[in-house]
């Protein structure tokens, strides 16, 4: 097993890239965070199914400008050394690992937004994440535009599990033009349902019981989903209200790519259930697909 | 003489470029709204240095998105034939000239920036000419993003005369990690001095004498420029005064990279100085570099 090669600055990752380009290889990108899970690995499968023998890149960088006033960047774990390990297991060519100064020439002050030119997420930024997490869609759409412009990929994978996230990239890539296929890899979910993320970590034995009821309700929708979507929604919130310690934020079914938000009951049969809820002062999210039956659509 | 190849869509484009990239030349990007004059050729030989033997490319594209209210986008001109005829006499390999459903597959309806995702351009968009053009430079910034998607070239070549969006388009390409060597073309200029500019059409005679004021009045600030930024504003006010019909908007000194903005006496020697002025209904910008003498830097 031969570990992947790193490149930390763009002039080091155009010489690792060149040869499969020359070639015309299709290029995959999985933008993480690092602290990579089995979640990760399975965007990266996602991704070598996209690009077959091409070049699979894999960066690593935690993004100062999505975390909010007191959201934790400092405490973000960096575990390069595990990542390189999960990488090299997962059939990655390359791991781009960059600096905050080659990502931000300019810096990262508070004013950043203010003082740079930025992505504007537009208004799909202003409802469900984005109004508890102001500006944070902002650094999200720029730092991926940036390592776009970096990678140059043909292919980018991003996670369902930050479904709003995922809807945003795939509009920016259309918005701008950047000719990068986005695709979405399915959420991988713990034994009892529980959507993987970081932040599970946070969360005590018994709030990790609790957290369940999030994907069970999402479950229950689904269930009833050929009802219609007042009846699917019905169905989620009395399986939360069966859920002690869980304190829902939204629960709202919107048109898959998220275009009628603010959510409003969706006229296609094809649609999006998102939930997100707190269980202790920890904040998750997670969401499914659903096809609506016919019985109360545009009605409510 | 053989005429340029066109294309008018991002297939076509990857097609025609496919060999010159496979190879490793440079690709050189000249952006236009077409009605291409003598001032557009200076950018293509300017661009032809940059690249070698490289090809080519000249957008032409109409980008409704920085037209304001009122400003004419209908009245547009669009002469392709000719255009095609200066690009075949300067050499250009490629002309790119999109459909606005190509670079806008949403539209372009009046909300447009308030229903995609766009390239915020900051605050040095709100000063000078953004100050009497709301909107104009977030559309520039968002379709030049879009011609550096679908173009992808290592170097683009703008002209100095519009000296604000030169500054913003440099600003961009470093925030975004663009990797596009943003290049700057001296402004070409009639007899007189007058900067060449589609605008010019709209003078009148007597208007078309009063406009050689503009020129002058920079030419003044740098004869002076020795003695200081505020003896040449000074200098350069002076020659204004003596010109009728000649209704001064602003009149700055800033530095080179327009970073001092909202504008002071910079702190520099290498400074800028940049003139917007109504003739009749017509409004002219110009500007000249200038090396300011030590006398009063900094104390106005």
Redesign the interface.
Known sequence: MTGPRVAST?AALLDLLADA??K?DRVGLVPTMGALHDGHAALMARAREQIGDGPLVVSVFVNPTQFGKGEDLDRYPRTLDADLEVCARRGVDVVFAPSVDE?Y??GVGADW???????????LATVLEGQVRPGHF?GV??VV??LF??V?PDVAVFGEKDYQQLA?IR??S??????VEVVGAETVREPDGLAMSSRNRFLDREQRMRAAALPRSLERARANADQGARAALAAARAELRQAHGVDLDYLVITLPDLSDLPPRTPAGTEARILIAARVGSTRLIDNLPLTLGAVDKGDS
Do not use: H, I, N
Not at 113 to 123: F, R
Not at 174 to 179: A, E, K, T
């Open positions: 763009r380009r020359g015309g990502v020439p300019d937004a203010e003082q740079s030119v930025t992505v504007d997420p537009g208004p902002r759409l720029t535009a940036k412009a970096l140059r945003l509009r920016m259309r918005d701008l033009c950047l000719g």
